[in-house]
């Protein structure tokens, strides 16, 4: 029998199209559907596992990351991490930047602040060759054909293993909250009382979210053994979670002036509000990306069901500071600012601080300028450059809205800001209104608008302006730690979280009787006189179709040959909703069963070979099971193309 690791490391054939007959080529003689091929739905009780101590949530952001605890015997006090040191002027937060150094010889340095300023400290001769990433998250969303070598580019141009980096910035994350917890606790805290919670964005594709997983085992955060002690949530589910419990003082009410309108008093929570049924919409704007999730309560216990698949695309804010950086390209040329960055990369990161205080005080009704301090060296570097003074190129650039000011700033007018913003809002807004349009996402009662860029009154704006009062517009008051509250909730009580809609359709390949007319003839296999249909897909649960989390669908096969020693089952997965063949252009090989069954004998003249599918929370395991013999084997889907 293969362990789980060999299984998952099988090839997986990315491209079906190449091979016009997988299973022909695969030469196995395959499985054949039961008649009838039961399906039921058990919904086990996942069984609530060890007992743990506390709970710690980790957000890791594309900007700023940070974590939060709450024992479980204090549910209701959830701590965020301890303060700081040396956090930015005008931007006061629990988070750190997600920045990390390595030292010229690849060993972990720092994280956050500490490794912005040791950096910014190094002479440059020096600091080239050492490694700085920031904003290094997106990365996990944009490659397309993720893997377990997926590289990242340090500052400098460097080469460095995504998965290093990521598992060094949570084993950072781990030293730090268990030191805090020692320091609460008056002794060394044991790791294994802790259970982690790592929240990711929902629409993030499979391999991202095991990305992180596989992480997390590098980090030594968890073990492979306890897979249960870590759970991935989703960022704005667990915003959702947060925002239920809030109370209506916790929070902007941007659709009402005062305070007690509808009759609300400002003590009583959101979730007395919502009542049995109410839905509501969760827009999760972090520095990355932006989620949209649909929800509905279901009462009596409160569960939240997922109505419409998540949906939302990388508009996060940083989209903002590549729009700065456009502009700054236009006024000093490409080539300029390519090489300063390699070339002085602390100071570009200076400029880009300076760049986000002012991001922060743009507002739709600003009238006076917003000043962008330019650090010595950009000044200096730029006519040693180009034999000019920045204020040359300014005066010469066709930008009219970004002035010298004589103190050795930029000078924005306030339309110039917000128009580095609109590209951004843009695509938020148009999400929105797509979503608003689909039919599962009528009469929405709340819209919590979440992550650190809803703290954007320019984004608050736009939202109201398209919703036209359609929903009542709720943002929490510590906006930017929603989520880490949320995550800190899920971890106390993951069964709050009942219904999700699955982001794939889920299968495993087949024979069918061949049936003329009906199936393709070059799909015709002819074995032992029976004539087959080959590449069939059989669907175990559709895209989009709704599935109770630790549900289970099974179906019953049987060996196409009766002789078979060994019985193999491909299980495969497609972003499309209907699949009729395991050759399409969409579908992916995404893990394997091998089922010995040599040696025994089956009582019945059809062997029954029952196959199950459970849906976790970014996991999803499958396993094969001889009905005679109970011989059983296990595998997690593996979406990291190796």
């Known amino acids: 029998m293969m362990t789980e690791k060999e299984t998952a490391t099988e090839k997986i054939i990315s491209d079906a199209m ?101 950096y910014h400290d190094l002479d440059p001769s020096e600091s080239k060759h050492w490694l700085y990433l920031e904003k290094f998250k ?52 044991d790791n294994n009382d802790v259970r982690w919670v790592i929240t990711v964005p929902a629409i993030w594709k499979m391999p991202a979210k095991q990305f992180m997983r596989e992480a997390a085992y590098k980090s030594g955060l968890v073990s492979r053994e306890n897979p249960e002690q870590l759970i991935i949530a989703l960022e704005p589910e667990a915003a959702s979670i947060y925002c239920r419990k809030l109370r209506l003082h916790q929070m902007v009410d941007l659709s009402s002036k005062g305070t007690t309108e509808n009759g609300f008093s400002p003590t009583e929570n959101v979730g007395s509000v919502m009542t049995q049924g109410d839905r509501y919409v969760v827009v999760d704007c972090g520095g990355g990306t932006v989620d949209l999730t649909v929800h509905q309560i ?12 998540a949906s939302g695309g990388p508009y996060g804010s940083i989209g903002i500071d590549y729009e700065f950086e456009k502009l700054l390209c236009k006024i000093f040329g490409q080539d300029f600012i390519d090489q300063f960055k390699i070339k002085r990369p602390a100071a570009w990161v200076d400029l880009m601080i300076a760049f986000e205080s002012r991001k922060r005080a743009a507002a739709p009704d600003r009238t006076n300028p917003l000043n962008i301090n330019l650090p010595f060296s950009f000044i200096d570097y730029y006519k040693k450059f180009r034999g000019h003074s920045v204020e040359h190129a300014l005066r010469k650039s066709n930008v009219d809205f970004v002035k010298w000011s004589s103190q050795g700033m930029l000078r924005m007018n306030p339309d110039a800001m917000n128009s580095l913003f609109k590209p951004t809002i843009d695509h938020i807004i148009q999400h929105l209104t797509e979503l608003f349009e689909k039919p599962e996402v009528s009469d929405i009662k709340f819209l919590f608008l979440v992550g650190g860029f809803a703290e954007s009154p320019l984004l608050q704006k736009a939202v109201q302006n398209m919703l036209q009062g359609r929903s009542r517009i709720i943002i929490p008051h510590d906006v930017g730690l929603t989520i880490l509250k949320g995550a800190v909730l899920f971890g106390l009580d993951p069964s ?6 699955s982001p794939l359709t889920y299968g495993v390949g087949v024979l069918n009787r061949f049936v003329e007319g009906k199936h393709p003839p070059e799909k015709l296999l002819v074995k032992d006189g029976t004539r087959w249909c080959t590449d069939v897909f059989d669907t175990f649960i559709a895209a989009d179709q709704s599935v109770a989390l630790g549900e289970s669908v099974k179906r019953s096969y049987t060996p196409a040959k009766p002789s078979q020693q060994v019985i193999v089952i491909h299980v495969y997965c497609s972003e499309k909703e209907k699949v009729g063949f395991i050759s399409e252009s969409s579908v992916k090989k995404c893990g394997t069963l091998r089922l010995d069954v040599s040696g025994t004998e089956s009582s019945s003249p059809r062997r029954e070979i029952q196959t199950l599918m459970q849906f976790g929370d970014t996991e999803i395991r499958a396993m094969a099971v001889d009905v005679s013999t109970g011989r059983t084997v296990k595998a997690s889907i593996d979406f990291l193309s190796h």
């Open 298 to 309: 279901r009462l009596p216990e409160g569960h939240l069901k997922e109505l419409y698949k």
């Open 18 to 118: 190449a091979n016009p007959s997988p299973a022909k080529s695969m030469g196995d003689p395959g499985i054949t559907p039961l008649s009838p091929s039961h399906t039921q739905n058990d919904t086990d009780q996942v069984p609530s596992g060890p007992s743990f101590v506390v709970v710690v949530a980790i957000d890791f952001g594309t900007t700023s990351s940070g974590y939060a605890y709450a024992f479980t015997k204090e549910p209701e006090c959830i701590h965020t991490m301890r303060r700081w040191e040396g956090g930015d002027p005008g931007v006061s937060n629990q988070k750190t930047p997600t920045t990390i150094l390595l030292t010229p010889d690849r060993k972990f340095h720092s994280f956050g602040y500490a490794a912005r300023d040791f």
């Open 138 to 189: 997106m990365k996990l969303h944009t490659t397309a054909n993720l893997s377990i070598d997926t590289d990242l580019h340090a500052a400098n141009g460097k080469r460095v293993k995504a998965l290093d980096i990521f598992a060094y910035a949570l084993a950072f994350f781990k030293e730090q909250a268990l030191k805090e917890l020692s320091d609460q606790t008056g002794g060394e805290f």
């Open 496 to 501: 709050v979280i009942k219904v999700r809609r």
